[in-house]
Structure formats: C-alpha cells, structure tokens
C-alpha cells in the first residue's frame, strides 16, 4: 500500500469519481494466480453504485478472471489463488471467513453462453431463490424477475415449457431473469451478448440500460462499440511481456474512447491490435 | 501389348482390394450371424419345449417341478426378480454416491487412485463374487439374523453380493452421465449462491436423470443375467418364496445346475433350458434397448 | 431482501452431512474389494490338523523308519497293502531296485497316510490359535497342528485328486490357458476386422447401423446364453468337428463335442462384440489427416489402413482386446453350460480333449461342503487373480501411458 504507484491511483480515481461512498465495490491490489501462472497482476477497481462498469481488452487480458473474482467463482478451479482485497460494502470478501455461497447470492453472475438449467421456464427462475431460503409468493417473483428481465410476454403462457426450448437471446434473458430473481445487488455480466446474433444483443443492452436503475452491474465485453453503448465507466485491461494481465486505464467511458490518457489504450479502440 | 498391361495394372489391385472388403464385410457378418444363431436355437428348442408344455401354465404356474411335469417359471423368474432387486438396492443408491463423490467432489489426485480400484473391482470373475458370497456374506446374515432364520442358501445373500459385482458398471456409467452434463450448469447454479450438494444434487443429476436411468437399467439387466454368484449362493431347487433368507433357484441357476450334469438331448429338461434361456435373452435385451435410448436421448441433449 | 431468510449455515450442515454420505459410501465401495480380498486370503492359508492313518510307531516299535533296511521295508508295504497295488507299483517300478528314501516315500503315503482332519481359516488362526491347539490335544488325539499355505508348489503342479490336500490346478491352468489361446485366435481377426469395417469401409446405411446396434445388444446378452448357443451349436450341432471325430481324433471319450475347441469358439463368440467396440473406439481415435495424407500419397484404401491407421492404433487394440480376454479366463457359466468335465485328471493335449479350466474348478470346490475344499477354492482364486491382475494391470497401465503420451504432445 505504500508504493507510490498506489497513492497515484488513487489521485487519479479521485479526479474521476467525487464521492466515495457510492464505491460499492473496490479491488485494492487484486491478484490472481492459476497454479505458478500469475494471470491478473494487482488492479484496481471500483464499482459504482447503480452504474455500468465495463471491462474491455483483447481476449486473455485477465477480464473475465477479474470479474469472476468479485463473486469468488474464482476459487472453484482447483489451484486458484486469489489475493488483494475486495471490498463490498466496506467488507474485504475476499476473506475465507467470508461465506463464498452468502456473497454469490447478493453479487449475481451472468455467463458467456446462456446456460438454463434443464428444467421448466419456472423452475429456472425459483430455483436460485428456493435454495435460498425465499418465503414470498413464488408465482409473484417469477413473474417479477421475467418483467425485469423483458422475457414476460413472450414465455407468460409457457412457463412449465422446458428453458431449453427457447431461443438463445431468450435463454440468455431468462438468465438473467434468473439471477435477479435471487434479488442481488451487483450483477456480473460475462460477455452476456457474444454468443448472440445483433438482434437479439440488443435486447440484452436494452436490458442492461433497464436494470441499471436497481442494480449495479459489471460487464466484460470484446465490443468497444458496445462498452461505449451501455457503460458509464470503462477499464482497459491488457497483458504485459509475462502474460500477466494488469489494468491500462481506468475512467467515465467517453473520457475513456475520447481522450485516452495511455498510448496503448488509445491503440486498442482505434483497432491497431486486439 | 503395352495397352494390355497398362489395364492389367489398373485391374489388380481393385481385386486385391475387393476380397479384402469382402472379408472384412464378412466379420461385421458375423455378429448377425450370432444373433440370428441366438435367436434360432433358443427359438427351434423353445418350440419344442412348448409342444409338451403350455404357455399359459409356464407363464402362470408356480411350481417348477420337471419329474412331475410341472413347468411353472415363475417360482425361478421371481428368485431372478428378488436377487436382482437386493443388488440394485444396494448398487443404485451406492453407485450414485460414489458417482457424485467422483465426479463432482473427489480431487483429481483421489479420482486417479478410486478409478482403477473401481476398475479392479469391475474385473475379478463372478465365480469368485460367488466364493465371496458362500463363505463371508451367508455365515454374516446367519449370525445378524439367527441361524434359523438364515438358510445355507439363500437369496438375499447372493443379492447382496451381487449388487457389489454390478456396482462399479454403475458407478461408472452414472459418473459418465455427471460428467458429461456442461460446466457452465454448475457454474450457473454457484452463481446463483448454490452450495455443492445443491448444485450437484439438484441441478447435476437432473440434468443427468437419463443418463443415470440408462445405468441403473443396465445394472438390473446385469443383475438378471448374472449366474455364478446365485449358482453358488442362492440355491438348487426352485421354491416360489418371497422371503429373502429361504433358498430359492434363478432362472440362471436352474440352467447351469441342469445342463452342468450329462445332460441328454431331445428330453423336455434340455429344451427346457432353453425356453428359459429365451425368456431371460427376452429380458435382457429390452432392458438394454431401454437402457441404450436412454443414454442416446441424453447424449443429444448436450451435444 | 427481507423475503430471504438467512439460511446459509443450515444448508452448510445439509451439504456437510451429504458430504459425508457420500465419502461413506465411497469408503464402503473399496472395502468391499479389501473385504473380498482378504475373505480369499483368509481361505488360503491357516493351520491344519493331520493325522496319520497308521502311525509309525504301529509299524515298528520305536516309530523310526530310518532302522529299516531294504527288505523289511518292502515286507511292511507288502503286508499293508493289497496284492493289486504292489502289481502295479511293481509293474511302474520294481520295488527291489527302489532306493530306501522311494520305498519311504511310499510307505509314508500309502500306509502312514497323513490326512487333514480339520482346518481352519487364517483369522481363526491368528486371532484363536491357543484353543485351536487345545482343542486339537482334546478332540483330534494324535493329530499334529501344522500352518498350511493351501497355495503351494505341489498345488500348482499337481492334477487332479479327490482328496483336497493332494488336489492341484495344472490341468485346470493348462485348460485355461489352452481354450484363451483358441479363443483369442477365433475372435482378434474377426472383432478387428469387423471394426475397421464398421469405422472406414462402411457407409452409413442400413446395414452398417443394424451391424452397430446388434453389436451394442450382443454386449449386453448375458453369458450364459452364449452357453446355450455353445451347447446346441458347437457341442451338439458341430460334433463331428469339435469332438475332432471328422479327423480322426476319435478319443472315445470326448466323441461328445465338449471339448476345448467347443468352448474356445464359445468364448469366443462372447467376447467379439467387446472387442469389436473396442477396436472401433481405437481407429476412431486416429486422426483423419493421417488417413488423407496417406491418401494424397496415392495409397488405396486398404494400403492406408494397413501401413497407417492400424499401426497408429493397435496399442488400443491390443489394450482393449486384453480387458475382454480377461473377462473370457473368468467366465464360468458358460462353460459350465457347454459341460467342462469338472473332474480330470489327464491334462489337455490338443483342441479335442476334455478339460477344466481354473473358473470351473473354483466353483466345483466352492460347492462342495467340505471346508477343505473351499481352501484350495481359496488357493485356486488367488491364481485366477493374479493371473487377471497381471494382465488387467498391464492393459491400464499401457492405456495411461499412452493416454498420457498423446496428452502431452
């Protein structure tokens, strides 16, 4: 903490965001390491408060690794390693002491590929909030996650009808329908649209625009146009000479696409690598 | 002359070739051969069987006595049923945890020691299954239940060692299916705030429901066709009884028994083993049949 | 959030106790084999109480042979023994040119007769070797308590006997090894044929599909229908040929067609589909740019398959053609069906003798109600087993090289 590279961050971070307490997520010096392979080197990260925040950069940059350890899904792979703190509501979770199962609940995720459950449309949603210990009217918060989700109308007559079935901008809404059901408050998004067609992404980035009014969301995307589309924050990550991947720049997205501050950064959107 | 050459070249090989083919077509011949050669013999002796015997008496009689011509199946057919449904009692519950254990719990490290032994276990002959059951799983029921209780021979203990035999082709056949449902359901369910037993117990095996059927039927029809072990441990001498500690004969154990000794031909004895050997061949096969759709309908699912 | 209950440490109870449901049974699983295990070693060695029929002192006064000269060694056996018995032993061997230590022999087997009288089982003989030894004193007077590895040398070597002591296994290992040799013959050509005609020749078509299905069924018919098919086609149907009567082999004694032959194509026949699978699994994992640069080159199609694909894929084979051979040594139904002669002594001498085979002679042991016999039982598994553990053994541990090589290259 006491390097002078960390006190710089923070400077910068706090030219970009005046109010600390909106941070609902901070990394500090987060690190990840897959056996002997360093695979994400110290970043540093915060989320704001019913924002979007983007994670871009070319493929095996780190993003998705950084992603995944803010709900510690990391730590599934076996020798995983994760280090630095990760502050959620001022609590570093990133603590054995802390229940891996209770965070995943309140920090939900959403997959590259839309991966429902082999069962009904219904079972798909309460499923999460079942096992969960949910105690209101289950038929209520089906109905509420598909709304949110803007799947409603479109499944309202065939919910006990197999998840699998449905299309696979469908699957991807259900998805995510799924994971609010559960009621989180930061949803993780991993590359929520590269396996669908431009359609059906732009439902989901009108439904990213729509949940960000309740939630707090993170998104790693391959698209700049996209991140320039949907996010308010846009980090740039990038791996160095050991193909460790480490954080570019970090700031509000137009400032980000319009006046790169790194060299590199300014690179990548323009299209000369990635 | 040098025309006639040049198409003697170009012949040769394609001869050389075509016998070759011919031959090969022949071996893939020869497993239809010995399905046909199954069906027919079982069939032609079975035929005979029921011009001395009705059907209807083998399909309802309860006594199977041939001194007194009595051909009744269902006394061996429900000593078959009841030795089978104690090993899958055993074997299914057994064989899905271990499944689970191996396939969504045990490190690699574990996985790579339990699987051979497994495999050891999957490849010691069933004679010596038999051995197990005579001379450990009797004399243990016997002293658990009373030696008046437990017959020498009985069913239940040839069941119960049967449902050892069959639990390692289980076991794998079910981790196959677990292994097979994708990554990303489990990841879905830890994202959700799932514990492993939730993610494993009710998203993985649901999802591997077919899968796991497929292996539970194939372990049953195992269970029916198995012979040494009843052979050895059940029992000579058919007895139409429910309870598990009498001595009762199997189909199988019936057929080894009689065509063990000098058996002569042309006798209602011998064709009798043969009309039992089809209604076990019957069995067996829709079990597998069952068995094989179930894993197709779960191979597509995934694919 | 208020409709959540905090509910993540009863649920981490649930999962632990499941945790624990399901080492359990995994524990379980693997006693079972050592429990297996140990019940055949536990029957294969333990101490034994012998007694002699005659004992040595009613021979001669101080009970040591070792006194006697030549003559009045052979006056005690002519005197014990029937008239027939010295003809014979006479006829064999005169017993004035015998050495003193062969006319002993002779005596101690034949007159002195050492038999066990009652043996027990090695845990009985760790755990209660004191009241084995007082009940030995108190109820077998004269008998002598002896530790007995039922698996020996004389038990490997020796053929047949009623008497379980002096029983071995050679004829049983000579069957075994005989029918295998015959079985793998019949079955290796055709089950690989038949594999790379199912993987590179056929097209999807109607018979190559109903081909694939009946091969997926054979699999599963159990094996004692094989013997059914064996009895009525090799042993009854083929007789002149199995019982090698069509070339004038006709041992009056095996006329009826249970012979080795009967029972090599019997197995064989129940292991094709396994090593059909097999194979097909093993050319399918060649990779089909082997095939096409071999092709390029100009090669016909049998030429590719030759000189490429199975070269590249007979360490599969070979592997899984070793797993069904292993499970063939084991079967014992169906040969029991196909009537192996349970007892014989003379041991197999071509494809036209009677035999037994190891699986067989287990089970005849292991039925008999003698404890004596279900210690050479015992012995007699311990055989089979590493016999099988040899070559199982082998089998996965080739797959795991190669396994092992083609993942790190």
Known sequence: MSSTMELKMHKEERNIVKDDRKMIVSLKNLNVYYGNFHAVDNVNLNLEKNKVTALIGPSGCGKSTVLRSINRMNELLPETRVTGEILFDGVNINNPKIDAVAVRRRIGMVFQKPNPFPKSIYENISWGAKINGYKGDMDELVEKSLRKAALWEEVKDKLKQSAMRLSGGQQQRLCIARTIAVEPEIILMDEPASALDPIATARIEELIYELKKNYTIAIVTHNMHQAGRISDYTSFLLINEDRKGHLVEYGVTDDLFLNPKDIRTEEYISGKFG | ?????????????????????????????????????????????????????????????????????????????????????????????????????????????????????????????????????????????????????????????????????????????????????????????????????????????????????????????????????????AGAGPNFTFNPFEAAETLTGYIVRISGGDISYNTVDYNSIFALGLLLFFITLILNIISRKLVKRFQEVYD | ??????????????????????????????????????????????????????????????????????????????????????????????????????????????????????????????????????????????????????????????????????????????????????????????????????????????????????????????????????????????????????????????????????????????????IIINAQEALRAVPQTMRQASYGIGATKWQTIWTHVLPHSMDRIMTGTILAVSRAIGETAPIVVIGASTFISVDPSNIFSKFTTLPIQIYQWTSRPQPEFRNIAAAAILVLLILLLAMNGFAIFTRNKISNNRRSN
């Open chain 2, 1 to 233: 002359m040098t025309e006639i050459n040049i198409a003697w070249y170009k012949i040769r090989p394609k001869y050389h070739e075509s016998i070759i083919t011919w031959f090969l077509q022949f071996c893939a011949g020869v497993s239809i051969l010995v399905t046909l050669g199954i069906v027919f013999i079982l069939g032609k002796e079975s035929l005979l069987f029921f011009r001395e015997v009705s059907i209807v008496e083998f399909l309802t009689s309860t006594k199977w006595q041939p001194l007194i011509e009595e051909f009744g199946v269902l006394p061996l057919l429900n000593s078959t049923l009841t030795t089978s449904f104690i090993a899958m009692a055993i074997a299914a519950p057994l064989g899905l945890f271990v499944a689970i254990y191996l396939s969504e719990y045990a490190s690699e490290r574990v996985r790579n020691i339990l699987k051979p032994i497994l495999e050891i276990l999957a490849g010691i002959p069933t004679v010596v299954y038999g051995y197990f059951a005579l001379t450990f799983m009797t004399p243990l029921l016997r002293i658990i239940f009373g030696q008046n209780t437990v017959d020498i021979y009985n069913t239940a203990s040839a069941g119960l060692v049967m449902g050892i035999l069959i639990l390692p082709l289980v076991t794998s056949i079910t981790e196959d299916a677990l292994k097979a449902v994708p990554y990303s359901l489990r990841e879905a369910s830890y994202g959700l705030g799932a514990t492993k037993l939730e993610a494993s117990w009710t998203v993985v095996v649901p999802a591997a429901f077919s899968g796991i059927a497929a292996a539970f039927i194939l372990g049953l029809s195992r269970a029916i066709g198995e012979t040494m072990i009843v052979a050895l441990a």
């Open chain 3, 1 to 274: 959030m208020s409709n959540f209950k905090e509910n993540v440490e009863t649920r981490y109870k649930i999962s632990n106790l499941w945790n624990v449901v399901f080492t359990t049974a995994t524990v379980i699983s693997v006693f079972m084999l050592i429990l297996l295990l140990l019940n055949i070693i536990n029957g294969a060695f333990g101490y034994v109480a012998i007694k002699n029929t005659i004992e040595p002192t009613e021979l001669i006064n101080s009970g040591n042979l070792d006194e006697l000269n030549e003559i009045q060694l052979i006056e005690l056996l002519e005197s014990h023994l029937s008239r027939g018995l010295i003809r014979r032993f006479n006829f064999e061997k005169p017993l004035k040119e015998r050495s003193n230590t062969e006319l002993m022999n002779l005596i101690f087997e034949r007159i002195i007769e050492p038999r066990i009288v009652k043996s027990w089982n090695l845990k009985e003989s760790i755990l209660e070797k004191n009241s084995i030894l007082h009940y030995a004193e108190k109820e077998l007077p004269g008998a002598h308590i002896q530790f007995r590895a039922w698996l020996n040398s004389n038990f490997l070597i020796g053929s047949q006997a009623s008497i379980p002591e002096l029983a071995g296994i050679r004829t049983a290992i000579l069957g075994s090894l005989m029918i295998i040799l015959l079985t793998i013959t019949f079955a290796f050509p055709i089950g690989v044929g038949a594999a790379i005609y199912l993987e590179e020749y056929s097209v999807d078509n109607m018979f190559s599909r109903f081909v694939q299905v009946n091969i997926y069924n054979l699999s599963g018919v159990p094996s004692i229908i094989y013997g059914l098919l064996g009895l009525a086609v090799f042993v009854r149907g083929m007789e002149p040929l199995t019982s090698g009567a069509m070339f004038g082999y006709g041992d009056p004694t095996t006329t009826n067609g249970r012979t080795v032959l009967a029972a090599g194509m019997t197995l064989a026949l129940l292991i094709l589909p396994i």
